[in-house]
């Protein structure tokens, strides 16, 4: 394994996906790519408020993507990020092509035991469509790993 990709939205679940990314990582000499991509969103309340709005969701983007690389980073793994545009689980499968990752991890939101509940959309997606190895990261295994 020599490329993981790993989705971040910057949640409590997305960082459970970033430590196992990690973790995987280190054990295979991996580098990491950490995407973000946020939807994109029209201009339909004016200028200024879609500016606001603009730079608030690219600050928080740009932010969660600083963090997972510097969590990487810390744990001695080559990282590197990407903040991109549109839908979310489309753009993470193109990401991956791209850069011919060996494995996409996503996290889940763990809400209950039915896939339909226990996926979010975006994961759900990725998993169903994906050319290549999902990891779906729940709570679960961090506590498990934990103990």
């Known amino acids: 394994m020599k490329q993981i990709l790993v989705a971040t939205d910057g949640s409590e679940n997305s960082r459970n996906a970033l430590d196992e990314a990690v973790e995987l990582a280190a054990a295979a000499g991996a580098k990491l790519t950490v995407v973000y991509v946020r939807h994109a969103q029209l201009p339909v309340l004016g200028e200024p408020v879609y500016q606001r709005s603009l730079s608030a969701d690219l600050r928080h983007a740009n932010e969660a993507v600083a963090i997972a690389t510097g969590v990487a980073h810390s ?8 903040v991109l545009e549109g839908e979310p689980a489309k753009r993470i499968l193109e990401l991956a092509r791209l850069r011919d990752v060996d494995l996409i991890v996503v996290g889940s939101r763990g809400r209950g035991a039915l896939a339909n509940t226990l996926l979010g959309s975006v994961s759900r997606d990725v998993l169903h469509h994906a ?3 999902v990891l779906v990261a729940t709570r679960r295994a961090v506590r498990r790993r934990a103990a």
Do not use: F, L, N, S
């Open 75 to 82: 744990a001695g793994v080559e990282a590197e990020g990407e």
């Open 131 to 133: 050319d290549r190895p």
